[in-house]
T-cell receptor, first 114, second 114 residues
Framework: EAGVAQSPRYKIIEKRQSVAFWCNPISGHATLYWYQQILGQGPKLLIQFQNNGVVDDSQLPKDRFSAERLKGVDSTLKIQPAKLEDSAVYLC????????????FGSGTRLTVV | AQSVSQHNHHVILSEAASLELGCNYSYGGTVNLFWYVQYPGQHLQLLLKYFSGDPLVKGIKGFEAEFIKSKFSFNLRKPSVQWSDTAEYFCAVNSARGNTPLVFGKGTRLSVIA
């Protein structure tokens, strides 16, 4: 089966600019996650979707980050405006609904804010 | 809230040496436990998982992990490492009640030298 697709792979922007990342999960996977992985740290959950509804966004910095999952398939994560500390790899993962058997991760988008 | 501690930040081993990476978690209820691996330039991949039953679980590529409930630990082991095991290893946990996101540790970088 095809994996989780993310784009772009790399992005360099200046602080205060905006940026968007795209994720296409595995077909049929109802649950989608966005994680932020800062260099030297483990992935940290930003937001969890179940179909097109938000399950958990408690760690999403909502003053600058937003995410949507229209039609319960693809998802976009946006940062506006970006700060230097947003430099990280943004990982998308998906799983079937109610699945506890681990997720399938995409390759991530490496964001550098200068 | 759940948390995961990985004690070793960077481990350097010679080929054929034995490996043990520590992982401790903090959570009051029943958990599922995972080890993920991230090879250089690749996405996170599931190495092994524990849900219930035999506390010694075997994963891919000769890795195994032992769940010790009394110690809240889930250490990863391999009797003889290879150069190709060079990667970053992440321990993760989620609630066994389902549909809760994975919480990751900070990771341990393993470097295997010839």
């Amino acid at each position: 089966e095809a994996g989780v697709a993310q784009s772009p792979r790399y992005k360099i922007i200046e602080k205060r600019q905006s940026v968007a990342f795209w994720c296409n999960p595995i077909s049929g996977h109802a649950t989608l996650y966005w994680y932020q992985q800062i260099l030297g740290q483990g992935p940290k959950l930003l937001i969890q979707f179940q179909n097109n509804g938000v399950v958990d966004d408690s760690q999403l910095p909502k003053d600058r980050f937003s995410a949507e999952r229209l039609k319960g398939v693809d998802s976009t994560l946006k940062i506006q405006p970006a700060k230097l500390e947003d430099s990280a790899v943004y990982l998308c993962a998906s799983s079937p609904a109610g699945w506890v058997d681990g997720y399938t991760f995409g390759s991530g988008t490496r964001l550098t804010v200068v | 809230a759940q948390s995961v501690s990985q004690h070793n930040h960077h481990v350097i081993l010679s080929e054929a040496a034995s490996l043990e990476l520590g992982c401790n978690y903090s959570y009051g209820g029943t958990v599922n436990l995972f080890w993920y691996v991230q090879y250089p330039g690749q996405h996170l991949q599931l190495l092994l998982k524990y849900f219930s039953g035999d506390p010694l679980v075997k994963g891919i590529k000769g890795f195994e992990a032992e769940f010790i409930k009394s110690k809240f630990s889930f250490n990863l082991r391999k009797p003889s490492v290879q150069w190709s095991d060079t990667a970053e290893y992440f321990c993760a946990v989620n609630s066994a009640r389902g549909n809760t996101p994975l919480v990751f540790g900070k990771g341990t970088r393993l470097s295997v030298i010839a």
